[in-house]
């Protein structure tokens, strides 16, 4: 999306959000809500984004809620991203939201047609952001509480949050609810099956040329329109230096980065694997099986943080503070000026100490050999 079409979403957003207030009936109540004091049975988590990074960024929700409810109903709307995504989570129904016009419209009716038949006890907006369409989907619910942060589309929500002063993404959602009592120092998770797992392994397996070097995902794209991707050529020379190190990579590209196949096709070395998966869950499933993983601020790198694969973050702007992962989950790469290629080749053999590279060779050759014998 260019910056064009950004300002004019901006625009539409805010004109809906004018036009929808006279439908906001019984929202202009202002309750004071401690839930833990509360009879909850049927909770419903409102995430509407088309993102993969939004989708995971919103799953401590799931499980903190789950964890402060543990036999409540919960449901999640969301796009298909989080319905793929959020396969082996703890909620009891999905429901997708589309943004296919026109049938978009008459679907929103039934999505909420549906949702209001429930009778759920509480709605919670969980971007902490003011996401329009969440804010209208939770005051359209029909929920008894409903639940989202102060700002310009509050209207919607008879229970509204301040703003935490917390901004990082990977800690505000937490902050926000521990607000109202509901407790869970928990980080976003994406759950694979044992299968799930095996069958990644034994793509990265076919795909890597044997040796004892670590396995090193790099994923080579992110959102042009936001001004977040590392140049191709930047990733090539990164690609080759990982290489020229000993360690086995294996480059990533999603379906937003087909135009990148015959650039990285032609110039990478023949032991360097290159991977388009269009499938999120086999892509997951291959990211799991990566020692390191190398990224811009993109969906695949909070999607390596919630698969609990050590990450190295590339930001080309000054919001790391905000969109970047914990030190516990990785390490972020940047540089007022822009980031150098050796820089981040200095933080990926850092995160590869010595003792973590025998530890990894260990694993791989023992994997290795036990695919070897199937």
Not at 54 to 65: E, N, R
Not at 120 to 146: C, H, N, P, T
Not at 312 to 330: C, E, H, M, T, Y
């Amino acid at each position: 999306m260019t910056p064009f079409a950004y300002r004019l979403n901006d625009k539409i957003r805010n004109v809906v959000t004018y036009g929808m207030r006279p439908f906001m009936y019984g929202s202009k109540e202002d309750v004071r809500l401690e839930l833990p004091k509360e009879d909850i049975d049927k909770i419903l988590l409102v995430r509407p984004n088309f993102r993969i990074g939004d989708s995971v960024l919103a799953t401590p929700g799931i499980f903190i809620f789950r964890k402060n409810f543990p036999r409540a109903r919960i449901d999640f709307v969301g796009g298909p991203v989080s319905k793929v995504l959020f396969e082996n989570l703890p909620i009891d129904h999905h429901y997708q939201i589309t943004r296919r016009f026109p049938d978009a419209s008459w679907a929103y009716l039934a999505l909420l047609r549906r949702i209001r038949s429930v009778g759920y006890d509480l709605a919670v907006e969980l971007s902490v952001s003011q996401s329009a369409m969440g804010a209208f989907i939770v005051g359209l619910s029909g929920s008894r509480f409903k639940l989202g942060r102060k700002g310009k589309r509050d209207f919607c929500f008879n229970v509204k949050i301040p703003k935490p002063e917390e901004t990082n993404k990977y800690q505000a959602l937490r902050i926000f609810l521990g607000s109202i009592g509901v407790k869970g120092d928990i980080l976003p998770s994406v759950i694979l099956s044992a299968q799930e797992k095996d069958a990644g392994w034994k793509r990265i397996a076919g795909l890597i040329v044997k040796g004892k070097g670590p396995i090193v995902g790099v994923f080579v794209g992110a959102r042009i329109g936001r001004g977040k991707r590392w140049p191709k050529e930047y990733f090539l020379e990164l690609i080759h230096d990982l290489n020229a190190h000993g360690l086995r990579v294996v480059v990533f590209l999603g379906p937003e980065e087909k135009n990148l196949i015959e650039f990285f096709r032609r110039c990478l070395k023949p032991d360097v694997a290159l991977v388009y998966e269009p499938s999120l869950r086999i892509f997951a499933a291959m990211i799991s099986r990566c020692q390191l993983f190398v990224a811009c601020d993109s969906g695949p790198m909070h999607l390596a943080c919630a698969l609990g694969v050590r990450t190295v973050a590339i930001f080309q702007k000054p919001d790391s503070n905000r969109w970047g992962p914990p030190p516990n989950l990785g390490t972020i790469a940047y540089e007022p000026g822009g980031v150098s290629v050796k820089d981040v080749l200095r933080v990926c053999l850092a995160e590869l100490s010595p003792a973590l590279h025998s530890t990894y060779e260990s694993l791989n050759e023992r994997e290795l050999h036990n695919l070897e014998q199937e």
